[in-house]
């Protein structure tokens, strides 16, 4: 229907401040049937007329609107407004009905919403600068409302309690665990979120690269109908990878899984939540310095400290968490490799704002991160090297991962160099902007040059790519935080030094957890676990420690590879006993068409059935490992697993049949 200025008018004077959906739709409905009567009118015979009332009506509202501020409206009311009265279509762009699409007029949200806008030209370029989210679209923006509102209003200061049982720096998964479990439990709890809530695992790495690999592991399957060999009686001819839906899948997915970490859920638990930067400005107390919030990074120093808080506490928590580490020149040197400071590369931080797939991909490290992406994009149709310095998952079992690289060298037809330097890179081009979307035009060049001593002749070669991946560790966010002043010892590439009951070993009132602290496994799950063990401790005085957990970690490749406890020994025969079991003879394995993808390695005490590490190479190795770290707790031996009855037919079996290996070897027998 055609709706005329008037009613446009009256829709946004009226339902601006409706906060029910009853209300609203009664409005629409009334707006509908006056719209009705007004085409109704200037069809039939009054299109004089009613072109006189439009032109009066657009003149009256020119001037109200020249003397009026501009309202706020509720995003769901605009959105539902914009679509009805365009007849269809998304956003905040509303169209008079006597203009074309290039003279739309935007309702624009007050400078003071917490919401984002999709496709705004302004918030796009500060998600992007100041958050590493891009594109802006309407999955983002669901992210960005739920995890780093807008304009954050903080807690006044005479909300801000006397003195909290617990306030935690940082908001990923230590963070989010520590502050609710205390606010749960009785604490008066506050949390500091500078960035995205949620941390790197939901906003820039377990979440979305999990996404990816489900996709990748679909296309796979499909492909595997159109090998030689296939004899399901399956067959499907053809195949397409839409890349940039790929992507805007996992966008979605993350949106979904966003609100759990999200502010509001936290306010909702007890949790005062803060935005900004927290630092230490003495042994008990934290300051939060607002976090730009739109305005300029050069804004008035006084108008930024009128905003600054300052929070006292019983116990603090820092739950900073990682950052990528960029490789220097080798590893003798410190020295940063030529080039690479100006060069368009990617971390995980960006990598997952990809809208157009890399024809090449060179990954510069060979950890979980880097295979779990070479796979991937690998899959995808991507070209991809990987440059590992020393060898690929080099704190793991050496024959799971020359496994691991004879899979992915072969299926994958990746390429591999160890023992590699690089010795530079060279940028070819610049990504450009506006180059088509989805275009190659869109994405940069560079050329890298290495070095590999793997063979007994060191080769040097020029690998060019339209995407060079960093993938070569973390380092602990320590920097900036006032720990001189809470005297809190730390060091840079290490990070924080805790005891064993996750305390500071210089300031007992203040614990660690995840990424930030020296010594532990940077594993989404050890976070979480630490932030129960320092509630506990912090708060009810008791002696849960570190040292009593048992930490799986999981790299969910196709096969996985997963691995608990110790797994990596000098001199196996000596130190340990092993109990290996491959798949080749697992019926589950079989009928799936893995057999020839996987072994269980268990390692055990030297003359006992004392579990002490164990690595699966399987399809879901993740799911395997489980039981594995369960014996490990709680000291079940592993003949007590060989004992334990397991369905049949699953790959679980293969751990039950390392303990049969066990039990076997102590037989009775009949003389």
Request: net charge negative; glycine share 12%.
């Given at each position: 229907y055609i709706a005329p200025p008037f009613l446009e008018t009256f829709a946004m004077n009226h339902c601006s401040s409706i906060n029910n959906i009853i209300a609203f739709h009664y409005t629409i409905l009334v707006i509908y049937f006056l719209s009705l009567f007004t085409a109704a009118t200037s069809f039939g015979g009054g299109g004089s007329s009613s072109f006189l009332i439009r032109q009066r009506t657009s003149s009256l509202i020119r001037q109200q609107q020249q003397q009026q501020q501009p309202k706020e409206y509720h995003p769901f009311l605009k959105y539902k407004l914009a679509h009805c009265l365009r007849g269809g279509g998304g956003g905040g762009d509303i169209l008079h009905p006597n203009s074309n699409r290039s003279s739309t007029t935007k309702l624009k949200m007050s400078a003071k919403s917490n919401s984002w806008v999709e496709g705004s030209e302004e918030d796009s370029k500060r998600a992007l600068t100041e958050l590493d989210i891009s594109p802006l679209d309407e999955y983002n923006v669901q992210l960005l409302n739920e995890v780093h509102h807008k304009a954050y209003r903080n807690p006044d200061s005479e909300s801000v309690v006397e003195e909290y049982d617990l306030v935690v720096i940082g908001a990923g998964a230590g963070g989010l665990v520590s502050s609710r479990q205390a606010a749960r439990r009785g604490g008066k709890s506050a949390m500091i979120s500078e960035k995205l809530a949620g941390g790197d695992c939901l906003n820039v790495g377990c979440v979305p690269s999990k996404s990816l690999l489900k996709c990748a592991r679909q296309l796979r399957d499909i492909r595997n109908t159109q090998s030689s060999d296939n004899d399901t009686g399956i067959t499907v001819k053809h195949v397409d990878v839409d890349f940039p839906q790929i992507m805007k899948r996992m966008r979605k997915l993350r949106a979904v899984i966003a609100p759990i970490d999200g502010h509001e859920r936290g306010k909702d638990i007890g949790v005062d939540v803060f935005q900004g930067r927290g630092r230490f400005v003495s042994e008990n107390m934290i300051e939060v310095l607002p976090?730009?919030?739109?305005?300029?990074?050069?804004d008035d120093d006084d108008e930024k400290e009128k905003e600054r808080i300052l929070l006292k506490f019983k116990k603090a928590v820092i739950a900073t968490g990682g950052r990528p580490s960029i490789p220097s020149l080798s590893s003798s040197s410190s020295s940063p490799i030529p080039g690479i400071d100006t060069a368009p590369y990617v971390t995980n931080e960006q990598l997952f704002n990809l809208q157009a797939l890399p024809p090449r991909m060179v990954i510069l490290g060979g950890g979980v991160i880097a295979l779990e992406m070479a796979q991937a994009f690998a899959t995808f149709g991507s070209k991809v090297t990987v440059l590992a310095r020393s060898r690929i998952l080099s704190n793991g079992d050496d024959e799971a991962a020359n496994l691991m690289k004879k899979i992915m060298q072969e299926e994958d037809n990746i390429t591999f160099y160890s023992k590699t330097d690089v010795l530079e890179v060279e940028t070819l081009r610049q990504p450009t902007l506006g180059g088509g979307e989805g275009g190659e035009e869109s994405l940069p060049l560079m050329k890298v040059s290495i070095k590999s001593t793997e063979s007994e002749e060191a080769i040097t070669e020029e690998l060019e790519c339209e995407c060079l991946l960093i993938a070569t560790g973390r380092l602990p966010n320590v920097q900036n935080l006032g720990l001189e002043k809470a005297n809190v010892q730390?060091?840079?590439?290490?990070g924080i030094h805790i005891n064993d009951l996750a305390q500071s070993t210089s300031n007992p009132n203040v614990y660690a957890v995840g990424d930030c602290v020296?010594?532990?496994?940077?594993?989404?799950?050890?976070?979480?676990?630490m932030a129960k063990v320092v509630v506990q401790n912090a708060l009810f005085e008791d002696e849960w420690k570190v040292s009593s957990l048992v930490v799986p970690a999981c790299m969910y490749t196709e096969p996985e590879y997963a691995t608990v406890g110790r797994v990596k020994f000098s001199d196996e025969k000596d130190e340990v006993d092993v109990y290996t079991t491959s798949l080749e003879h697992n019926d589950r394995a079989i009928l799936d068409g893995d057999s020839n993808?996987?072994?269980v390695k268990i390692c055990c005490q030297k003359g006992t059935d004392t579990i002490v590490g164990c690595t699966i190479v399987a399809p879901r190795a993740g799911e395997m490992i489980n039981e594995v770290s369960l014996a490990m707790k709680y000291g079940i031996g592993l003949g007590q697993i060989g004992r334990n009855i397991h369905c049949y037919p699953t790959t679980g079996e293969a751990i039950m049949m390392c303990g049969l290996q066990f039990?076997?070897?102590?037989?009775k027998r009949l003389d």
């Open positions: 976090r730009n919030n739109g305005g300029d990074d050069d730390y060091d840079e590439r290490k020296a010594n532990v496994p940077r594993l989404t799950h050890m976070s979480g676990e993808h996987g072994v039990i076997n070897a102590r037989w």
